[in-house]
Structure formats: C-alpha cells, structure tokens
C-alpha cells in the first residue's frame, strides 16, 4: 500500500468523520463513494465493494463513538430513544454484518442506492415547526413500536454495507417527530452499538482490510471531534438543508453508476 493510497484514505475518513459529527450522518454515506470513486481519479488502486464496505463500518463505528460522546456531553442525546434503538439496531447489524458475506458487490451496490433515495425523499416532507424544535430532551417523547421497527431495518442496513445511520435521522425527524439536534446526537450514540455489531460481524467472517483501517480511524477520530464543534454554531434549518444536499448528491451518483 503506497503512502500516496495511506495519505488519501486519512482525509476520506476525516471528511467522513466530520460529517458524522456535523451531521449525524455516520459518515458512512459520505464515505462510501468517496472511497470507492476518489483513489481511481487520482490514479490510485480501486476498492472493491467489499472493501470499502469494510472500511467505512470501521470509520463510523470511531466516528460516532467519539462525535456521540460529544453529543451526550452537550445534551443533545434521548435516554430511551438511543437505548431503544441501539439495541435493535444492533441486532439487526449484526444479521446484516454476516449475511452480508453471501450476496454480491451488485447487491450492496443498489440497496445502497435504495437506501439514499429513501433518505433523500423524506427530505421533502413538510419541515418541523419552530416550536417542537426547542422541545427540550426531557420532554421528547417517541412512540416505542415504530422506533424499534424503523431503528432494526436500519440496524440490518448498516450490516450490510457499513453505512445506513443516515436514513435515521430523517426518520426520526420527520416520522417519529424528534427535534433536529436531539435527532442528530440520538443518531450518533445509537450507531456506536449498530456499527459496532456489524464490525463485529465482519471481523469474524474475515472482511477487514486492517492495515487500510488505521488511517481511515485516525481520521475519522479527528474529524468527528471537528464536526461536533462546528454543530453548536449553525441553525437545525440550515444542517437538515446540508443534510438533504448532501444526499441528494450522493443518490444520483450512486444511481448513475447503476444505471450505466
């Protein structure tokens, strides 16, 4: 591996790490085509699939374990909602993490496309009000059947392709009608444990690429923390506008890919 490829990676997981902090994102939605279109354009190795759905659960697993402490410490993360959906969320990554090993690169390729369509489609339902945006954590209340349902299908996602946090956050904005902050940080912390099972389940089946990890976690460490500090500064109106650029973006380059 040159130092050129080790070099790259480090700033692909930083960018993803801040996304995760920023955003709640995860990073891995970020990341996913980004390490799988960038080291070509710079005439580096490609990465397979596979691959780069290793790296990325990696990345975000440190990603939202460092942004989402952040999160906590500022109070900005839901007891129960996270409880609640860590847990199914991770019993669902880890199915996810090791059926993972029997479908194709195709497969994983276009859930990832359904997936950041969905996500990007919720974006345009009608915006939260003012007021339920300041509910503060204490009073949010989430209904406990849709959340374990929505927050296991996501878990089972993010199993498979190491990214699939994203589609949480509009899900819990939009559907279980969470403020977009308390949603972000909630988000954050419930991706530790999700990201952590499909790790695992990946590291038992063999599919990470240990000496490319390390400097994608190194920056995604870094990032996370940049990410989190920049959040505080910026309206919820203006991170769900970047939230729904962002994948919007993401979604049509993934769908040209498929497509062609």
């Not at 974006?123 to 374990?148: C, G, H, K, T, W």
Request: hydrophobic content about 55%; some cysteine.
């Amino acid at each position: 591996m040159s130092l050129t490829l080790v070099a790259t990676l480090l700033v692909l997981g930083g960018i993803g790490g801040f996304a995760a902090g920023f955003l709640g994102l995860g990073g891995g939605v970020l990341l996913f085509p980004l390490l799988l279109y960038v080291p070509p354009l710079l005439g580096l190795e490609s990465l397979d699939v596979r691959t780069v759905a290793a790296l990325v659960i990696c990345q975000v697993f440190f990603a939202t374990l460092i942004g989402g402490t952040a999160h906590w410490r500022s109070g900005r993360v839901h007891a129960r909602l996270t409880l609640v959906g860590a847990l199914n969320a991770a019993s669902g990554s880890l199915v996810g993490g090791i059926a993972s090993q029997w479908v194709s690169e195709w497969f994983l390729l276009l859930l990832f496309g359904v997936v950041t369509l969905l996500a990007a489609g919720m974006m345009f339902l009608p915006a939260p009000s003012a007021d339920r945006e300041n509910i503060p954590v204490q009073r949010v209340v989430v209904p406990l059947v849709p959340l374990s349902v929505l927050s296991g299908a996501t878990g089972i996602v993010v199993g498979f392709l190491g990214a699939g946090n994203f589609i949480f956050v509009p899900v819990q904005i939009y559907l279980l009608k969470v403020p977009t902050r308390i949603a972000i940080g909630s988000n954050l912390a419930i991706a530790v444990l999700s990201t952590f099972s499909g790790f695992f389940g990946k590291l038992i089946t063999g599919q990470i690429p240990f000496l490319m990890t390390v400097p994608v976690v190194i920056g995604a460490g870094l990032g996370a923390l940049a990410g989190e500090r920049s959040h505080g500064r910026v309206s919820p109106r203006f991170l769900r506008y970047v939230y729904a650029g962002v994948i919007g973006a993401i979604t049509v380059r993934v769908w040209i890919t498929l497509l062609s």
